[in-house]
């Protein structure tokens, strides 16, 4: 049995993987921040996919970010990058999924220390001798994902303060300066941001619902400002939710990346989403944040250390399931009957906590 915390003045390089979404990849950050502030020796590196990049790149924290390409799955590329591992020669490595990926480049580093959550699916001699360290964590949708993150670091004796335990998202100067040339007085007004689409289809509240969630909102006098990702089936959604909309609104969708996307969330008075990255996005700059929640958990999952109000089902008791859509429809029933009236009311509920 190995002692809980390890020694820190025999370590000085430190790698992060985390092979994972976007939302899951800045769902870390705190660990990096913490690690830093405890022991500013430490040089500490990244490894994540190359499409998540944004979600860490300007944390400060951060020495270096290396980034698989999962577009490209040649050897050369592989090999590449294992040597480029091997020359920073790492002491301590934290590998935050069960990825056979992160556990294979572990055992080849060969790190002073090395440790890993415990999975039920993961019983391998292969697996288990690639770490030095193994943690367990509760299972089910019983702690925050970020909680589950920061035990990797109570295993080797860091037990961070609650004031520490905050997301990291900083503004990248760039973005904000092509949303001033092509927005230049947008920033100085108020508007509320809604993100109404995700990647995963079962995530989405009727298009016509959220046209009248608009509508109301509208009528009340919000500036609503439209974002989604520059996906097809994002598009879409929007196009026909957009066609049942009444007012003016402002359409981003599709136009921003998400470093852009920070800095217009960072300057707004609220944000109006689904579980995606934009909501964690929103957390980290602690924008007043109103989700919508359906067959995924809002305790695992939920709005992180801002102003907050959850809005999800109270007459599904089989939620939150974690199915794409009940009967694998992509439709959730949890989440297609949530009431406008709701969430509108939401709205001035969150406004008057501020």
Request: aromatic share 8%.
């Amino acid at each position: 049995m190995y002692q809980t915390a390890i020694d820190f003045s025999k370590i000085h390089n430190v790698l992060v993987i985390k092979l994972r979404h976007h939302g899951d990849v800045l769902l870390t950050s705190p660990i990096y921040q913490i690690l830093q502030q405890r022991f500013a020796h430490l040089s500490i590196d990244a490894l994540i996919y190359k499409e998540t990049q944004p979600m860490l790149s300007d944390h400060d924290s951060i020495n270096h970010i290396y980034c698989i390409d999962k577009k490209n799955k040649d050897l050369k590329s592989e090999l590449k990058l294992l040597k480029q591992l091997k020359q920073q020669h790492y002491d301590l490595v934290i590998h935050l999924t069960e990825s056979w990926r992160g556990a294979i480049l572990t055992r080849l580093l060969k790190p002073r220390y090395s440790l890993v959550r415990r999975y039920s699916h993961r019983q391998q001699k292969l697996w288990i001798n690639s770490f030095t360290h193994h943690y367990d964590s509760p299972r089910g949708n019983q702690r925050h994902t970020v909680e589950m993150h920061l035990d990797a670091l109570r295993r080797i004796g860091i037990h961070p303060h609650q004031q520490e335990r905050k997301l990291v998202l900083n503004l990248n100067a760039e973005a904000k300066q092509t949303l001033v040339n092509h927005y230049p007085n947008y920033l100085d007004e108020t508007y509320i941001v809604i993100h109404p689409t995700s990647r995963w289809l079962f995530k989405c509240y009727p298009q016509e619902k959220m046209a009248a969630v608009i509508n109301q909102l509208s009528q009340q006098g919000y500036q609503i400002v439209v974002t989604a990702a520059p996906d097809e089936a994002e598009l879409d959604y929007i196009e026909a939710m957009l066609a049942h909309v009444e007012y003016k609104v402002t359409d981003l969708s599709g136009l921003l990346n998400l470093q852009e996307l920070a800095v217009l969330l960072h300057y707004s008075q609220l944000y109006l989403g689904l579980d995606s990255v934009p909501m964690h996005m929103a957390s980290a700059l602690h924008v007043p944040t109103i989700a919508l929640f359906g067959p995924s958990g809002e305790v695992e999952w939920g709005p992180w250390k801002n102003t907050s109000i959850i809005i999800h089902s109270e007459q599904h008791p089989c939620r939150p399931c974690g199915q794409d859509g009940c009967g694998n429809s992509k439709v959730s029933d949890c989440l297609v009957s949530l009431p406008v009236e709701k969430i509108v009311k939401a709205v001035s509920h969150i406004r008057s906590m501020n």
